[in-house]
């Protein structure tokens, strides 16, 4: 186990498509978030979850964006009728509760 | 609310000079503070938090209730401390917020 990793690393779309990216935590982690950053900005909260419950979404993320851990391992996150207000880095983490969090290299999109 | 403060987007300073990055929060009860770095081309990693108390890479930060903030300071900047660096916060709900991020740039 090598770390958190994320895949794919760059993905291009057309707007109005639905993508979904995946992540990989490290094994033993209970806690896995998702972050989207953009250009000059920290990391914006999206979502994170203990196991396979999701805790929180934010309230500034709309209904097109969803995300799922079915079995408290790996997690993806899906965003329907992309726009290009979409295109971001999209971060994940991991961590045990109250621990250090492991970011993963992210996935860059790029809505056209 | 959560939220952190960054007022800096860009730092320089000149090699062997002392570096403090500032960070205030908003947090109503006790925060767990974070320091989180990204060098170029590498992914966010943690630099260090409050309850470690531990000295890394030559940088410290003490959290102020009084004031609410948890500035970072190195007292002899080196040029491979030129990175982003997050200020961050994670309350009862173990949801970690960050800042904006401010650019240290080590200048030769």
């Known amino acids: 186990d090598t770390g958190v990793s994320q895949d794919p690393r760059h993905k291009i779309t057309k707007r109005g498509q639905n993508v979904t990216f995946r992540c990989d935590p490290i094994?033993?982690?209970?806690?896995l978030y998702w972050y989207r950053q953009t250009l000059g900005q920290g990391p914006e909260f999206l979502t994170y979850?203990?196991?396979?419950?999701?805790?929180?979404k934010s309230r500034l993320l709309s209904d097109r964006f969803s995300a799922e851990r079915p079995k408290g391992s790996f997690s993806t996150l899906e965003i329907q009728r992309t726009e290009q207000g979409d295109s971001a880095m999209y971060l994940c983490?991991?961590?045990?509760?109250?621990?250090?969090?492991?970011f993963g290299q992210g996935t860059r999109l790029t809505v056209v | 609310a959560q939220r952190v403060t960054q007022p800096e987007k860009l730092l320089s300073v000149f090699k062997g000079a002392p570096v403090e990055l500032k960070c205030n929060y908003s947090?109503?009860?006790?925060?767990?503070l974070f320091w989180y770095v990204q060098y170029s081309r590498q992914r966010l990693q943690l630099l260090l938090r409050?309850?470690s108390r531990e000295s890394i890479k030559g940088f410290t930060a003490d959290l102020n209730k009084g004031e609410t903030s948890f500035h970072l300071k190195k007292p002899f900047a080196q040029e491979e401390d030129s990175a982003m660096y997050y200020c961050?916060?994670?309350?009862?709900?173990?949801?970690?917020?960050f800042g904006k991020g401010t650019r240290l740039h080590i200048l030769p």
């Open positions: 961050a916060l994670s309350g009862r709900d173990d949801k970690i917020i």
């Open positions: 983490a991991s961590s045990l509760v109250g621990e250090e969090a492991f």
């Open positions: 947090y109503s009860g006790s925060p767990e």
């Open positions: 979850f203990q196991n396979e419950a999701q805790l929180e």
């Open positions: 409050h309850i």
């Open positions: 094994s033993e982690h209970n806690r």
